[in-house]
């Protein structure tokens, strides 16, 4: 079965670059998509189409993608943006089906 | 604004079944398309299933393919999802969550927890 593989955990320190990787086979040829978790909280989508921010999110938050990778830039991280970040796509076979990455700790400290 | 309220949680025994149910407010729900994702206690998200928004189609993971049954009433502006035969494995928050078409999973209820258990 098609899988997304994502880093276990990211620390920077506040005002820092982080960046989280997203790797599939597939990604060449589909889109990626990002959502954050925080904790006791519901996700919520921070880049679409491997590039793009939804109205809301702060500009600090970027998506790019190369090859089979994905990547989730956060510029100048802040204390407030500790979460679980997973990046997501349709299976390598299948466009109506969902993949998730294993998800990414992101510890700002 | 956009809100997504599930219920129908709780413990069940194995084996045996349980109905979520999804109430939609904020949008108009015939026009799109909807998820159930869960994530079992601290996993990660796991996709479950999906329901075009006129629920012509439907499409399901392997793991709940053949136990679980995506369902919607427009009408009503509802979303279901039956689960029969279930297992442990199957313990978990279940989020019911909106699909756009550029902006897949772009709104998610609060989730109801589901846990199987003897």
């Known amino acids: 079965s098609y899988e997304l593989t994502q880093p276990p955990s990211v620390s920077v320190s506040p005002g820092q670059t982080a960046r989280i990787t997203c790797s599939g086979d597939?990604?060449?040829?589909?889109?990626a998509y990002w959502s954050q978790q925080k904790s006791g909280q519901a996700p919520v989508l921070v880049i679409y189409e491997d590039t793009n921010r939804p109205s809301g999110i702060p500009e600090r938050f970027s998506g790019s993608s190369s090859g089979t990778m994905a990547t989730l830039t956060i510029s100048g991280a802040q204390v407030e943006d500790e979460a679980d970040y997973y990046c997501?796509?349709?299976?390598?076979?299948?466009?109506?089906?969902?993949?998730f990455g294993g998800g990414t700790k992101l510890t700002v400290l | 604004q956009v809100q997504l309220v599930e219920s129908g949680g709780g413990v069940v025994q194995p084996g045996r079944s349980l109905r979520l149910s999804c109430a939609a407010s904020?949008?108009?729900?015939?026009?799109?398309?909807m998820h159930w994702v869960r994530q079992a206690p601290g996993k990660g998200l796991e996709w479950v299933a999906v329901i075009w928004y006129d629920g012509r189609n439907t499409y399901y993971a392997d793991s709940v393919k053949g136990r679980f049954t995506i369902s919607r009433d427009n009408s009503k502006n509802t979303l279901s999802l039956q689960m029969n035969s279930l297992r442990a494995e199957d313990t978990g928050v279940y989020y019911c969550?909106?699909?756009?078409?550029?902006?897949?999973?772009?709104?998610w209820g609060q989730g109801t927890l589901v846990t199987v258990s003897s």
């Open positions: 597939a990604l060449p040829n589909k889109y």
């Open positions: 969550v909106r699909d756009t078409y550029q902006t897949p999973m772009d709104y």
């Open positions: 904020g949008f108009t729900f015939s026009s799109h398309g």
């Open positions: 997501y796509s349709t299976d390598s076979s299948d466009n109506h089906r969902w993949v």
